[in-house]
């Protein structure tokens, strides 16, 4: 089954198409009967919201999983008129539409974690996530697991990943890795699209995962070796070494990196040409990573990794207090205003977390 989906929702029908879909992937996750409920009110909630008052309202909902717990994470983007009063609208009671629950606020009580950033005349996203611990026997092929080891550094992420509007199969991957003194991110785009795309990207996930103990040049070229038997791809890798304040980047073709802070922004350098093709060369480049320490007015360093189906053109300026919030939703802002349509995409942005919301 389909763990990521899309959905416009323009129509009562897709409405019912949505509460469908995350019945069947909350089944799949083994969630139990309360939590399955949560999920179908919250949805229908939300899509209801998108149908009655927003313009090009769309859903994306997916599952999530770390070696704890699995989730499900439900994702409303829209272009609307958004909300001036977003204490008021987040009241429980607040409903402006008549819905089958109590307005945003149901939607918040209701919620593992929930995020929304609303701006007056640009329009409102909201991110709706529902954990449950894994159970001890549970090993499903539907998850695509974020690994750690005990006390690692954890990272808040947000991921978005789908393929191109006429598309089944995104050629997109991504993958991450938490260890004890390191966090290391993958974003591949197998050359063109479809099956054969995701081959190539899927493959260059593997090799990360059987590599990790490397840095990132040496992984880039073991997956370079992996993917001469595939039609190749583009390939960036990032490393970040938290307690040096430091991170590692290494990448080939035309996968995105920026560092940002709410100060500073600073993009990282990837060399032309296709991992398992034509490659001039390897290199990795280390940059400043920031880590907020008491007395200092910096902020923490947000890493953004993008493939080409998001325009590069974009810029956090223009949304005020959004690098400061959960990842997932500057994810999920970035893709609203950002995706081109015509090719998969894999949006990823990650922070170092200062708490656990699992």
Known sequence: ?????????????????????????SRALEFNDNDRGKVAIVVTEVANNLLKHAQKGQLILQSLATPEAVGIEIIALDSGPGMRDL???????????????????????LSTFFEIYSQPQVGTVLVSRFWVQRLPHSNSPILTTLRSTPRSHQLELGAINLPKLSGDVSGDAWAVENHLDRCLVLV????????????????AVRVFQANVAQHPQAILEQIHAALRKTRGAVVAIAEILPTQQTLRYAGVGN?????????????LVSFNGIVGGSVRKFTEFSYDWSVRSVGTSQGDSLLVMHSDGLATHWSLDRYPGLINRHPALITAVLYR?????????????????QEEHV
């Open 337 to 353: 205003d950002f995706v081109r349509s015509r090719d998969d995409v894999t949006v990823l942005v990650a922070k170092l977390r």
């Open 255 to 267: 996968i995105s990196g920026v560092i940002l802070t709410d100060r500073t922004s600073r993009s």
């Open 188 to 203: 591949a785009d197998g050359l063109g699209s479809g099956a054969l795309a995701a081959e190539a990207s899927q493959e």
């Open 87 to 109: 204490n008021q609208c987040l009241q429980d009671g607040f409903s402006t539409g008549g819905t089958t629950g109590n307005g945003l606020g149901a939607i918040q009580r």
């Open 1 to 25: 089954m389909k763990t990521c989906i899309v959905l416009p929702i323009t129509e009562d029908s897709q409405v019912g198409e949505a509460r469908r879909f995350v019945a069947t992937l």
